[in-house]
């Protein structure tokens, strides 16, 4: 069993700050859970984790405690692969998942040859398979809006750096929801942070969107 990672002074483990090892990270430890698990949640990789760790603990819930494991896997082209490895214990646990807009056939076609029958959308949201439409990030910014968004930039003392993005050349004039989706995507490590604090603030507020919300009353 892997051993849990120290965080740092705010009680973040190493895999919430980023870094290019932080999937690997997370994946290895979630791989470690598996043998013993009673839900596997096959997410496209650190930020959805996070987003429904994040989640479930605002709510109150301890997923390690409930067995629910939740596995980055690299990328929605590993999903085949994944569920083929998996062997007999894929029909021993919950099986969940986690993808974005775009990713949604590849997902969508591992698991139709993994349950051996065509599957529809409808379809594999029965079975726990849920989608953000774009991606999570746009879903986050569009729950929360633009008002609950700045208030956030300010909080973290990022509201003028978001106003000079704003201005330059090729945001200038752009839909604040684009110019806000770039800023929090333009760093890896502010994404990580701004996904935590973007799911807490949903929750917060009764929120969370609904492939989030879905997929965690699933498992």
């Not at 590849?106 to 139709?112: G, I, K, P, T």
């Not at 990030?137 to 809006?145: P, S």
């Not at 750096?161 to 989706?181: E, I, K, M, N």
């Amino acid at each position: 069993m892997v051993g849990t990672d120290p965080g740092d002074s705010t009680g973040r483990r190493p895999d919430d700050l980023g870094g290019p090892d932080a999937t690997v990270r997370a994946t290895a430890r979630a791989l470690a859970k598996v043998d013993d698990a009673a839900s596997l949640v096959l997410v496209e990789g650190l930020l959805d984790e996070i987003a429904l760790r994040t989640a479930a603990e605002a709510r109150g819930r301890d997923l390690d405690a409930e067995r629910v494991v939740l596995v980055p896997i690299g990328g929605a082209h590993a999903i085949s692969r994944f569920l083929g490895d998996l062997g007999p214990l894929a029909t021993r646990v919950r099986l969940a998942g986690l993808c974005d807009l775009r990713e949604a056939e590849l997902f969508r076609r591992a698991v139709a040859a993994h349950v051996g029958s065509e599957l529809t959308r409808a379809d594999m949201e029965r079975l726990g398979f849920h989608v953000c439409d774009r991606d999570l990030e746009d879903e986050l910014i569009r729950a929360l809006g633009m008002e609950e968004v700045q208030a956030l930039f300010e909080a973290q003392g990022d509201l003028g750096l978001f106003h000079q993005f704003q201005s330059q050349p090729a945001w200038r004039g752009r839909p604040v929801q684009a110019q806000t989706y770039r800023f929090v995507r333009s760093s890896g490590s502010r994404n990580l942070r701004y996904t935590r604090l973007f799911v807490e603030a949903a929750v917060a507020l009764g929120r969370l969107p609904r492939p989030l919300d879905a997929l965690l009353t699933a498992v």
